[in-house]
C-alpha cells in the first residue's frame, strides 16, 4: 500500500497579490489623506538655505512645485510649469520683485501675479488675467511653511512651546548636517507612513537599536540610556500609550541609578501632534525634566517618498550633533556604511526602506508591540472622517492662540513607580 505524503501547509502559493490601504497611503489631490493633509501647514524649506540665488523645485503632497525667495527677502511657493507655455520655473531667474521664466520672460511675485510679459506689446497689456498658480507661506523656527488647502479654510501657523521663547543665546537649527543638501532638504524614497508610524513604535528601540544590531544610539550603558532600557523581555511593563489633547504618546520607563547611586526611575516620552508633527526628547543627553527643545514633521512628496523637517531650539551647536548623528550603525554614520554592513547592522533606515515603498497592509500581522500603530491609523482615519463631513479635523483652528504644550522628555517619575519591571524580574530569575 503506497502511502500518501502529506500536503506541505503555509506555503506562499496561491497568496493574493498584497495590497495597501489606499485612505491611508494616498496623498494626491482628492484622496482622504491628502485632503486631510492639505488642512496644515507644512514645512517646503529650511529658511536661512533658501537665498534668492536660485528657484528651488520640489514635490509636496503629489504636487510639483517651485520654492524661491524674491529680492526682497519673501519666499514664495508657486507650481512649478509657467502659466504660460509650461516650462518649469525651476529654471526661472530670481529677481527684486519675483520670479522669471527662462522661456518667454515672463515674471511672477510670490503670490502668483503675473508682473511682466517680456516679449508682448507694452510688456503685457493683459498680464493681469495671466496668475501662476501659487500657495500661501509663513516662516517660522527656522523653517518656511506652506498651505495647499482650501484658502477658506486656512488656519493658523501653529506654534509650540518647545521652540519658544528663545532664550539668550540660542538659536533655531533646522538644516541638517549633510554639505550640499538643498534647502527642500533630504529625501527618502519610501512613504511617509513608514516614517511615521515608526513615532509611535517605541518597542522596535528594544530590538533594532541593540539586540539585532548592537547598541546603536550613542552613550549607550554609559553616559546615556542603561543597557537595561532595551531588555525585550520588559516590553510589556515599561511602554504605555495615552491619547493626549493633540494626538498621542508613549512612555517607555528608564530604570536606572542616579548619580549618587539611589534607584531611579524616569519616562523617555515622545509625543505626536496629529497629523504628522512629533516631538522627541534628546535620546543621546538625556536632560531630566527639562522639557523638549526639538520638533520634527514627517512631509509626503508624494506616495512613495517623504522628507523629514526638523526645528531645534538651543544655544549649543552639540545638540544637532546628537540628534541628526547620535545613532551610529558598527559605529559609523550610515553614509559611510558597505552595503555588508547595511545588512548585518541595520538601522531606521533599513528597517522603514524594506517594508515598501508604500506599506502593503494586507501582508501585516499585527500583535501587541503595535499598539501605539493602531491608535494611530484610528485616529487619522476619525480625522479624515472629519474633513469628508465638512467638519475641521483635530488641531486645526483660525485662531493664533499661545504655543501648544509639548508633553515630551525626559521625565521623573511620581515616587511608588516600581524600580523593576516585572518581566525583567521574571527572566533574570
Same mark, same amino acid.
Given at each position: 500500500m503506497t502511502e500518501t505524503t502529506p500536503a506541505d501547509t503555509g506555503t506562499g502559493y496561491g497568496r493574493k497579490e498584497p495590497s495597501y490601504d489606499a485612505r491611508l497611503a494616498e496623498v494626491g489631490p482628492g484622496t482622504p489623506m491628502g485632503e486631510l493633509l492639505r488642512r496644515y501647514w507644512q514645512p517646503i524649506a529650511v529658511s536661512e538655505q533658501l537665498t534668492s540665488d536660485v528657484p528651488h523645485r520640489t514635490r509636496v503632497l503629489g504636487e510639483n512645485l517651485v520654492v524661491f525667495r524674491d529680492g526682497q527677502g519673501r519666499p514664495g511657493v508657486v507650481f512649478e510649469r509657467c502659466a504660460h507655455r509650461g516650462s518649469s520655473l525651476f529654471y526661472g531667474r530670481v529677481e527684486e520683485d519675483g520670479i522669471r521664466c527662462c522661456y518667454h520672460g515672463w515674471k511672477f511675485d510670490v503670490q502668483g501675479h503675473c508682473l511682466e510679459q517680456a516679449l508682448e506689446p507694452d510688456r503685457g497689456r493683459r498680464r493681469d488675467v495671466a496668475r501662476q498658480p501659487w500657495y500661501p507661506v509663513e516662516e517660522r523656527y527656522g523653517l518656511v511653511f506652506v498651505y495647499m488647502g482650501p484658502p477658506e479654510r486656512k488656519p493658523a501657523l501653529p506654534r509650540y512651546d518647545a521652540l519658544e521663547p528663545l532664550e539668550e543665546g540660542e538659536r533655531y537649527y533646522a538644516a541638517w548636517p549633510i554639505p550640499g543638501l538643498p534647502p527642500t532638504g533630504l529625501v527618502s524614497d519610501f512613504s511617509?507612513?513608514?516614517?511615521?508610524?515608526?513615532?509611535?513604535?517605541?518597542?522596535?528601540?528594544?530590538w533594532l537599536h541593540s539586540n539585532h544590531s548592537g547598541y546603536q544610539i550613542m552613550g549607550t550603558g554609559g553616559t546615556g540610556l542603561p543597557e537595561a532600557f532595551f531588555d525585550p523581555d520588559a516590553v510589556a511593563d515599561n511602554i504605555t500609550y495615552t491619547r493626549t489633547e493633540y494626538g498621542a504618546k508613549y512612555d517607555?520607563?528608564?530604570?536606572?541609578?542616579?548619580?549618587?547611586?539611589?534607584?531611579?526611575?524616569?519616562?523617555?516620552? *515622545?509625543?505626536?501632534? @496629529?497629523?504628522?508633527?512629533?516631538?522627541?526628547? &534628546?535620546?543621546?543627553? %538625556?536632560?531630566?525634566?527639562?522639557g523638549p527643545d526639538h520638533v520634527m514633521w514627517v512631509v509626503p512628496m508624494d506616495d512613495t517618498r517623504h522628507?523629514?523637517?526638523?526645528?531645534?531650539?538651543?544655544?549649543?551647536?552639540?545638540?544637532? *550633533?546628537?540628534?541628526? @548623528?547620535?545613532?551610529?550603525?558598527?559605529?559609523? &554614520?550610515?553614509?559611510? %556604511?558597505?552595503?555588508?554592513?547595511?545588512?548585518?547592522?541595520?538601522?531606521d533606515g533599513e528597517a522603514q526602506a524594506s517594508q515598501g515603498a508604500i506599506p502593503m497592509h494586507s501582508e501585516e500581522t499585527l500583535a501587541t508591540s503595535d499598539r501605539g500603530v493602531v491608535m494611530l491609523r484610528r485616529m487619522w482615519k476619525a480625522m479624515m472622517d472629519d474633513v469628508e463631513a465638512g467638519r475641521d479635523p483635530q488641531n486645526v483652528t483660525k485662531v493664533d492662540g499661545p504655543p501648544r504644550h509639548c508633553d515630551a522628555g525626559i521625565i521623573t517619575m511620581p515616587a511608588g513607580t516600581p524600580e523593576t519591571a516585572p518581566a525583567a524580574s521574571a527572566a533574570g530569575a
Open positions: 511617509w507612513l513608514n516614517m511615521y508610524e515608526n513615532a509611535l513604535d517605541p518597542s522596535h528601540v528594544c517607555h520607563l528608564i530604570r536606572d541609578k542616579d548619580d549618587n547611586g539611589e534607584p531611579r526611575v524616569r519616562s523617555f516620552r *515622545t509625543e505626536l501632534h @496629529l497629523p504628522n508633527v512629533f516631538v522627541l526628547p &534628546d535620546y543621546v543627553g %538625556l536632560p531630566t525634566d527639562q522628507r523629514v523637517f526638523f526645528s531645534t531650539r538651543s544655544s549649543d551647536p552639540e545638540r544637532l *550633533t546628537r540628534f541628526a @548623528l547620535g545613532i551610529k550603525q558598527n559605529g559609523k &554614520d550610515s553614509w559611510l %556604511l558597505t552595503e555588508e554592513e547595511r545588512q548585518r547592522f541595520p538601522g
